[in-house]
């Protein structure tokens, strides 16, 4: 009988500091310490909450925003680095998986980075939000599909995906197929109103439905004065309010607690890891209720690169030393070869069965 695995979750809705450089790190360790008073084994923060979402290109147009940007780009998480190494030993100290959101910056470019740190502190997994989302592309790069991976943390197969990614059925689907068993869900929160929220709990209830996992979600959250400070007109400050909904769902779908929907806490839940077989007896979408001879996806999983090597062997070139006579008479025989090799696949298909 497959003994009985219980997992604590913890989903940290907390404000981000604006006005410092490390602030938003001293109040992850701080509350990372305070979910561990708990007992959590597994904690979500918000999406790219280090140093703070870019609420700014939300309410400000481009022209208006450059400072703004700039002032991410000067505290913006570089991987590896001081910020990692911090929340590194935090989770080693406490034993607990962590999954961060940053702004990381590599060179020239942001992007919307999710860190997956295990129980030791070991970085298991740095990926890269594959499409920003409308305001969000004059910010930040595309990532790739390197970053789509489930990995095997102290706590079980852990995958994530930030925000509006959940729209991507192509994407939860490579995460279901490496058989995903919590997914860390991440969303900015404190954005566009309740419209938002009631979004977001459709798409992870579904995906905790559809993937047969847990589903431990974290927004943001913003205080009155942060709004403020972020835009001084009454009118596009109504777009800041809401969109929060720090949740923990079950592979059947329900909220395991009630939903954290405005102000700062720390949501906790036991994780009944049965509760996976006992969905997926039902319907696992990459077992037996899959038809991949009908549908499968295809997934590059290849980091994206902007330069690439040049291997001479690749080519085999012919040695100097011989005559053009010799090097003529190869590719003869590499043509002559060629067109042998399409012969046989002729005779192949002409000696197959008859239909």
């Known amino acids: 009988m497959t003994a009985k695995r219980t997992v604590r979750a913890g989903a940290i809705q907390i404000a981000p500091d604006l006005d410092t450089p490390t602030g938003t790190v001293d109040r992850i360790l701080a509350a990372i310490a305070e979910a561990a008073g708990k007992g959590v084994q597994f904690a979500v923060f918000p999406e790219t909450f280090v140093p703070w979402y870019p609420y700014f290109s939300f309410v400000r147009p481009p022209v208006l925003s450059g400072a703004e940007h700039i002032q ?30 940053v702004n990381e910056r590599d060179h020239g470019s942001l992007y919307n980075t999710q860190l997956v740190f295990d129980a030791n502190g070991a970085l298991l997994l740095k990926r890269r939000k594959i499409t920003p989302t409308f305001h969000e592309r004059m910010i930040w790069g595309q990532g790739d599909g390197a970053g789509l991976k489930v990995v095997e943390t102290a706590v079980g197969r852990v995958g994530a995906l930030a925000c509006w990614e959940h729209y991507n059925p192509l994407a939860r689907y490579a995460l279901m197929a490496q058989h995903e068993e919590i997914h860390a869900a991440q969303f900015p929160g404190s954005l566009v109103g309740q419209v938002f929220a009631d979004q977001i709990e459709v798409t992870i209830r579904h995906h905790a439905l559809e993937s047969g996992c847990f589903v431990v979600n974290a927004t943001g959250w913003l205080t009155e004065e942060q709004i403020a400070k972020i835009s001084p007109e009454e009118g596009l400050r109504k777009g800041l309010r809401g969109g929060c909904m720090t949740a923990i769902v079950s592979p059947e779908g329900n909220h395991l607690v009630p939903p954290l929907t405005s102000g700062e806490g720390i949501l906790v839940a036991d994780l009944d890891l049965a509760l996976i077989t006992k969905r997926k007896r039902m319907m696992d979408s990459v077992g037996h209720y899959a038809r991949p001879e009908l549908l499968s996806l295809v997934l590059n999983d290849a980091p994206a690169r902007p330069m690439h090597g040049f291997h001479p062997n690749r080519l085999a070139p012919i040695p100097k030393d011989q005559s053009d006579e010799t090097a003529d008479a190869a590719a003869q025989g590499a043509s002559n070869g060629d067109a042998d090799r399409a012969a046989d696949q002729r005779v192949a298909v002409l000696r197959g069965p008859a239909r």
């Open 72 to 101: 991410l780009y000067d505290n913006a998480v570089v991987v590896p680095g001081p910020v990692t190494d911090a929340v590194a030993q935090a989770a080693k100290r406490y034993g607990m998986v962590v999954v961060l959101g």
